[in-house]
């Protein structure tokens, strides 16, 4: 595993260091706040800044011009890109930003289902291929929505800007992997259109996306067009396993028994053109598809039923249950989107600009895949010291708070739930792993303790002195 730098002065310096804001005040000024929010990521940036100057100079700095989303985040992109050789998955997904509807900030877009006011943020989180290593994010763009003109037939939406566009934006920002590294876009139903797959393709790069439209006309190997629909009925049983599925809301921990079949296919150019496919002239993108069904689920419970387009050549079981394999890491991308909205409340800043907000988010973003990683380190290593990941003087305070022996010596995956127990959480057998909000309450805790350790510390020097 690559090493993370977990101290939030270090890490910040990473990550930051070599933005480009014009002066390089402003850079060190960000160097700072990012710092601040590293040791705190749920605070408030009031209770953030270290006084009411550094506050001041903070929103002065998301003010400047030079100052924007893509000028903060881009440097974390390029190093996330920048990869050893090996296979990389990137997973693609869009979330919603809403800041109110009732802060009236000028020049937001409609959310959800109008209620709503902010922009789509769509992102690419890269994650290890044969393992749940989260590397960083890779690109992305924020979208405004704007309502569709009235009576619009489908051939005047290809013609001007839509919302599905990002998804291509954000391959064509990741672009070509560096020699010997393989870039494999993993996109949920949202990127099932012709013109993602092209993307991919000019990019170089591999993809595994859910179909959303099983009506389309696929063309088999033997040449016959038909809907994917009636192919899929007409594939073999490739083989069967049992898939274990974490509890959700209002349904148990349980284990599916799942069904696999696969075949080869093209798909043809769409007779509707978009304005992409009408300049780049594709032609018909062949690929593989993957199908993976529940039988004998439980009653009343929806079955699992995943149909998955990929470019990797599928010829037998193995190779159909790796690319699922791969589709089932996209959890890790919503495991971000809660960090971003919950671990760094990032639509609670009481910023009161688009000019101010995005860069904010920006920063938000970079702090929120740090988040993660200590996360899933605590998941995928728990038994690795906690000082490996966090600095020893939160070990120390939270081993003495939670009254642990022997002190400083907690593993991670220890330290992470001793951090939740603080913020509510119970810890018993049957609660699994802590969530985002027991964590955070916790981490607040645990950091105003730090502080108040370091501030006596500091107290006791200072009377030292004085003699």
Request: with cysteine.
């Amino acid at each position: 595993m690559e090493s993370l730098t977990v101290e939030p002065q270090g890490w910040a310096e990473e990550q930051f260091g070599a933005c480009q804001l014009g002066d390089k005040r402003r850079t060190e000024r960000l160097i700072r706040v990012a710092a601040e929010a590293a040791a705190n990521p749920s605070a408030s940036f009031p209770e953030q800044a270290g006084s009411w100057g550094d506050l001041k100079a903070a929103y002065r700095l998301f003010d400047q011009e030079e100052v924007t989303f893509n000028a903060i985040a881009e440097p974390h992109w390029q190093q996330t890109r920048a990869r050893r050789p090996g296979r990389y998955l990137v997973i693609g997904d869009t979330t919603e930003l809403d800041f109110g509807i009732a802060r009236k900030i000028p020049e937001l877009g409609p959310t959800g289902n109008g209620g709503g006011y902010g922009f789509l943020l769509h992102s690419g989180l890269m994650v290890g291929a044969d393992s749940e290593q989260i590397f960083g994010l890779t690109a992305q763009v924020i979208h405004y929505r704007k309502p569709a003109p009235k009576k619009e037939n489908a051939s005047q939406r290809l013609k001007r800007d839509r919302e599905s566009e990002v998804w291509g934006k954000v391959i064509d920002a990741t672009g070509r992997a560096p020699a010997g590294v393989q870039f494999i876009h993993v996109l949920d139903r949202g990127a099932d259109n012709f013109e993602v797959y092209c993307h991919a393709q000019e990019q170089g790069a591999g993809w595994v996306v859910r179909a959303s439209q099983l009506e389309r006309k696929i063309v088999t190997p033997p040449g016959k067009k038909m809907r994917l629909k009636q192919y899929l009925q007409q594939l073999p049983v490739a083989g069967r396993y049992e898939l274990y599925l974490r509890a959700r809301p209002n349904q148990p921990a349980r284990w599916a028994k799942l069904e696999v079949y696969y075949g080869a296919l093209s798909m043809p150019v769409p007779a509707q053109k978009s304005r992409y496919v009408q300049e780049h002239h594709p032609g018909a993108v062949a690929m593989w598809v993957v199908w993976v069904r529940e039988v004998d689920a439980p009653q009343g419970v929806e079955p699992i039923e995943w149909v998955l387009y990929t470019s990797e050549a599928v010829t037998s079981f193995e190779d159909a249950c790796r690319v699922v394999g791969y589709y089932e890491k996209r959890w890790l991308i919503e495991e971000w989107h809660k960090a971003l909205k919950t671990g760094c409340r990032v639509t609670d800043r009481q910023l009161k600009s688009k000019e101010r907000l995005e860069p904010m988010v920006g920063l938000m973003s970079v702090e929120a895949v740090r988040l993660v990683q200590l996360k899933a380190a605590a998941r995928t290593e728990p038994d690795r010291p906690a000082e490996d990941f966090v600095p020893l003087v939160w070990v120390m305070v939270l081993t003495m708070v939670r009254k642990l022996r022997p002190a400083g010596k907690l593993t991670v995956g220890e330290f992470y739930r001793e951090m939740a127990k603080l913020g509510g959480f119970i810890g018993r057998k049957s609660d699994g792993e802590p969530g985002w909000i027991t964590i955070w309450r916790g981490w607040g805790k645990l950091y105003m303790l730090v502080r108040g350790s370091e501030l006596a510390n500091q107290f006791k020097n200072t009377r030292k002195k004085c003699g």
